[in-house]
């Protein structure tokens, strides 16, 4: 029998769409894993919508949810997955942005990513958590140097604009772990993936993939080339089929609502528990 595998999922909820909790639970669970999900926030839908309804939990609210499972002893997990991924910002049009306050910067960088195993950084927030730009692969290279000096084994620089080979349509994932071998030597892998970008603005991807890329690296713990493979896969084909659903209920010529462009996630139940590898990373 398989051991049971537990994750605490501390995150965002909607009721209608996938987002936060909603994203996140639903491939862990497909993947094999027992989730308990903490609703940070309670919306009527995400906020990509015009309107949106609902409450944001307090630290107070948050942490007495989290006392009710330790009083009953049930609070022993192998992992704990929230939306510190960090979210902090991200480009448009090459210029940064930050969609949190300012004065949250330094709690990230001195609280949350020193405790963190994984991290999962756009480029932007890999330059807010640095201090350091990113203008080549070298330098990006050296920002998750600094990252893993933080504490994190593993960093995924999930969104980079460096110019990639194949053409001004493609996006660059780059991925770096740190482990050690049994001699107890520290081996590192780097790893690079050219992504073809999609036209469309969907939410909740970034909740998605963090849950698949913990699924995936506890499952190929030794070989990051593999589970960023599985994952990045897995995601684009839940991104296709949104796009193909979204267009045909939109019609011809019009562009998809929010509604229509929600993740098709389970319609791609068998392509998240078992991705056809349509990116290849390459060992850098």
Not at 234 to 245: G, K, N
């Amino acid at each position: 029998m398989e051991e049971e595998c537990r994750v605490l999922s501390i995150q965002s909820h909607v009721v209608r769409g996938y987002v936060g909790n909603r994203a996140a639970t639903f491939p862990l669970q497909v993947l094999g894993f027992e989730v308990d999900a903490v609703n940070s926030v309670q919306f009527s839908n995400h906020t990509g919508y015009a309107h949106w309804k609902g409450q944001v939990l307090n630290s107070d609210e948050l942490q007495e949810l989290y006392e009710g499972l330790k009083l009953n002893n049930v609070n022993k997990y192998d992992y704990v997955l929230t939306a510190c991924d960090p979210v902090l910002g991200d480009k448009w049009d090459g210029e940064g942005s930050m969609y949190v306050p300012e004065d949250l910067l330094p709690v990230y960088k001195e609280k949350v990513v020193p405790v963190a195993d994984i991290i999962t950084p756009n480029e932007f927030e890999a330059e807010l958590l640095s201090g350091r730009k990113i203008h080549s692969q070298e330098e990006a290279l050296a920002v998750m140097d600094m990252l893993h000096a933080m504490g994190p084994d593993t960093v995924v620089i999930t969104s980079s604009n460096l110019p990639s080979p194949q053409g001004s349509d493609y996006l660059i994932v780059l991925g770096s772990q740190r482990r050690r071998n049994p001699a107890g030597s520290v081996v590192m892998e780097r790893i690079r993936m050219d992504i073809r970008k999609v036209d469309a603005v969907f939410v909740g991807t970034g909740d998605l993939f963090a849950a698949m890329l913990l699924a995936w690296t506890h499952k190929h713990p030794n070989n990051l080339k593999v589970a960023c493979e599985k994952t990045v896969s897995a995601l684009h084909h839940v991104l296709q089929r949104t796009i193909q659903c979204a267009k045909a209920q939109a019609g011809e010529g019009v562009k998809p609502s929010p509604m229509q462009l929600e993740l098709r996630m389970v319609q791609s139940k068998r392509e998240i528990e078992d991705p056809e590898i349509v990116f290849q990373a390459t060992v850098l």
